[in-house]
Nanobody
Framework: QVQIVESGGGLVQPGGSLRLSCVVSGKIFSIAAVGWYRQAPGKQRELVASISSGGHTDYTNSVKGRITISRDNAKGTVYLQMNSLKPEDTAVYYC????????WGQGTQVTVSS
């Protein structure tokens, strides 16, 4: 059974940075594409960034140039480096496997505010 645990969120001022981590248990991780999603209050969950098993990355337009997704297959972990954060980045951030979605983790709260 795959378990997903996100961490690294917090309160940061506009222009600040955070690094989120997503630990995925299970052997499937190394062959799976993984996505970082976010859900702001009153809005639908959206896919922010994704990374294939081979390292190909993709980003939604609103975060391009500010956010970088990466993975460490040996650690079963996907990272989301977020720079130049804006108030509109405030949301709960989740990760999940693409194409073979698993139960959602608890997410990690990111709040960008002065």
């Amino acid at each position: 059974q795959v378990q997903i645990v996100e961490s690294g969120g917090g309160l940061v001022q506009p222009g600040g940075s955070l690094r989120l981590s997503c630990v995925v248990s299970g052997k499937i991780f190394s062959i799976a594409a993984v996505g970082w999603y976010r859900q702001a209050p009153g809005k639908q969950r959206e896919l922010v960034a994704s990374i294939s098993s081979g390292g190909h990355t993709d980003y939604t337009n609103s975060v391009k140039g500010r956010i970088t997704i990466s993975r460490d297959n040996a650690k079963g972990t996907v990272y989301l480096q977020m720079n130049s954060l804006k108030p509109e980045d405030t949301a709960v951030y989740y990760c999940n496997l693409l194409g073979i979605p698993q139960n959602w983790g608890q997410g990690t709260q990111v709040t960008v505010s002065s």
